[in-house]
């Protein structure tokens, strides 16, 4: 099985601009969550999908939006974009019935 | 709200020996507990998940313990390898499926 497929790997963007992420879970994977980590706040959840619905939500302002599609593939949008979102953004799939993510190699996104 | 503590940012070890890492949280009492591998540029993996009834975990030469009275869990990697230099996250759940929190992980290098 492929695993998790982020793209793109890397991006540099501008203060004000927007950026899409893209994230392709493992096939049969339902469930897709988007993390964000950077070095002084660790690991912190965004928001899960399942069957195009967003379940969960962390606490990020509104600039940060995702979705699903029917193939369970998910993209996940930062509008008006600032220095402090420079990050590595980690989509993550879980199977149906489990616990456990499976995390793809992430979208490592600089903003000047 | 919740706070997940892991007792120090870096651990140097010698090859051989047992790393012992803790993964201390407040204010909350999750079903399980889970421990990923973060290695540098790549996203986490999975390694142990331990539940709330369960008192031990081993998988191969790592051990998890979780003590729901003391709210701690403690990670053992026994005959360290210096392939075993990584970053370790412990993971808790937040009471919704697919939704953890994460401490700020532990970096432990393994000196042959």
């Known amino acids: 099985k492929a695993g998790v497929t982020q793209t793109p790997r890397y991006l540099i963007k501008t203060r004000g601009q927007q950026v899409t992420l893209s994230c392709s879970p493992i096939?049969?994977?339902?469930?897709v969550s988007w993390y964000q980590q950077t070095p002084g706040q660790g690991l912190q959840f965004l928001f899960e999908?399942?069957?195009?619905?967003?379940?969960n939500k962390g606490n990020f302002p509104g600039r940060f939006s995702g979705r699903q599609f029917s193939n369970s593939r998910s993209e996940m949008n930062v509008s008006t974009l600032e220095l402090g979102d420079s990050a590595l953004y980690l989509c993550?799939?879980?199977?149906?019935?489990?616990?456990?993510?499976?995390f793809g190699a992430g979208s490592r996104l600089t903003v000047l | 709200s919740q706070k997940i503590e892991q007792n120090s940012e870096a651990l140097n070890i010698q090859e051989g020996k047992t790393a012992t890492l803790t993964c201390n949280y407040t204010?909350?009492?999750?079903?399980?507990l889970q421990w990923y591998r973060q290695d540098p540029g790549r996203g986490p993996v999975f390694l142990l998940l331990?539940?709330?009834?369960?008192k031990e975990k081993r998988k191969e030469r790592l051990k998890v313990t979780f003590d729901t009275t003391l709210k701690q869990s403690l990670f053992h990697i026994t005959a360290s390898q210096p392939a075993d230099s990584a970053t370790y996250l412990c993971?808790?759940?937040?009471?919704?499926?697919?939704?953890?929190?994460f401490g700020a992980g532990t970096t432990v290098t393994v000196r042959a």
């Open positions: 993550a799939s879980t199977e149906a019935g489990a616990n456990v993510l499976t």
């Open positions: 096939s049969g994977h339902r469930s």
């Open positions: 999908y399942f069957s195009e619905t967003q379940r």
């Open positions: 204010n909350y009492s999750p079903a399980y």
């Open positions: 331990i539940r709330e009834n369960e």
């Open positions: 993971a808790l759940d937040m009471g919704g499926d697919y939704k953890l929190s």
